[in-house]
């Protein structure tokens, strides 16, 4: 909407898109300032061997502790930090406070296990990503391998590219998975090639499985291709006991849902399942 607008010309937006403008340029405000104000914190959610109950990995996953809106997930801002660049800082930040807390996890007598992170398209093809994480692991004194980064397959459009900071990584020690596997568009002749140490099966193909035969063949295939290609695979998004059995059934033996346990902050976990460790296993299931 194009609008006469006095002695001025041209109003060129709408009064709606000028509202969303400034909602966006206020937010990304705000966004800055709960970097430097720490109000960003982390959550984890635990990833179970579904056999034994035994929690494997877990998942750092972003919160934002507005001072007004309350907790706020990173589906309402991390794209915004994607397009302005923010998303450098609260990576490297993520990154850093997910390998601190695992270290103190560690040497607090918990569990040897993994952190999980997620990298965003920006950050996987940041120049300095390995000298970065390289840094985070000196400084917090976490061992590469208990460090894993989740990237997606749509950061795998420029393959040869992908490859190269994939094999980069993959030399210094830490993990790869591929989140959200089955939503993008993998070429499963460069999935052979590359440095991956597991798939996570996306939510979206669990959430019908006791009932679309569909997803359950998509889901098997998966699994039986993670196994031929030497990969492990976890499937995400378990909600019921239904889509444990069927995954259980198809030799999916990680699992990471809300049937087990939603993603808590750094306390809860500890409580729930680190203190003492082998009690969490009879916990899990109650
Ligand atoms: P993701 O990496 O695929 O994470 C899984 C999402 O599914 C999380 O949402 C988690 O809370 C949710 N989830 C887990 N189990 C279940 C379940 O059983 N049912 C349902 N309905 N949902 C489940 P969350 O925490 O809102 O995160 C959304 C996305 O934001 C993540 O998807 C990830 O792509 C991104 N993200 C989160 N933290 C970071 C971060 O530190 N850096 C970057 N770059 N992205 C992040
Ligand atoms: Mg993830
Ligand atoms: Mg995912
Ligand atoms: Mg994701």
Redesign the pocket.
């Given at each position: 909407e194009v609008k006469k607008n006095g002695k001025n010309g041209y109003q060129l937006f709408s009064n709606e898109l000028d509202n969303q403008l400034l909602l966006r340029f206020e937010m990304e405000s705000d966004l800055r300032k709960a970097i430097k104000e720490n109000e960003l914190t982390?959550?984890y959610?635990p990833q179970v061997q579904a056999l034994s109950n035994e929690v494997i990995g877990v998942?750092?996953?972003?919160?934002w502790n507005h001072p007004t809106k309350g907790m706020l997930?990173?589906?309402l801002f991390?794209p915004l930090a994607e397009e302005t660049g923010l998303?450098y800082d609260?990576?490297t930040w993520?990154l850093r406070e997910a390998c601190r807390q695992m270290k103190e996890w560690h040497d607090a007598g918990g569990p040897l296990i993994p952190v999980s992170?997620?990298?965003?398209s920006r950050?996987f093809h940041q120049a300095n990503l390995v000298e970065s994480i390289r840094d985070i692991l000196e400084e917090t004194g976490l061992e590469a391998k208990y460090l894993e980064l989740?990237i997606t397959e749509s950061m795998m459009m420029d393959p040869d590219l992908s490859t190269e900071i994939l094999n980069k990584l993959n030399d210094f020690g830490v993990r790869i998975s591929l989140?959200?596997f089955g939503t993008g568009y993998s070429s499963l002749s460069y999935l052979k090639q590359l440095p991956i140490h597991r798939l996570?099966i996306d939510?979206s193909f669990i959430t019908d499985i006791t009932q679309n035969a569909s997803d359950q063949a998509i889901v098997a295939t998966i699994i039986a291709m993670a196994k031929h290609l030497n990969m492990e695979v976890i499937a995400?998004?378990?909600?019921t006991q239904g889509q444990l059995d069927f995954l259980t059934e198809n030799a999916c033996k990680e699992i990471?849902?809300?049937?087990f346990s939603?993603?808590l902050p750094a306390t809860e976990v500890e409580e729930t399942f680190f203190v003492p460790y082998r009690q969490s296993r009879s916990i899990l299931r109650e």
């Open positions: 982390l959550h959610q998942e750092a996953l972003v919160r997930s990173p589906g991390i998303i609260i990576g993520a992170v997620n990298l965003s950050q989740e989140d959200d996570k939510r995400e998004g378990i909600e990471q849902g809300y049937y939603r993603p």
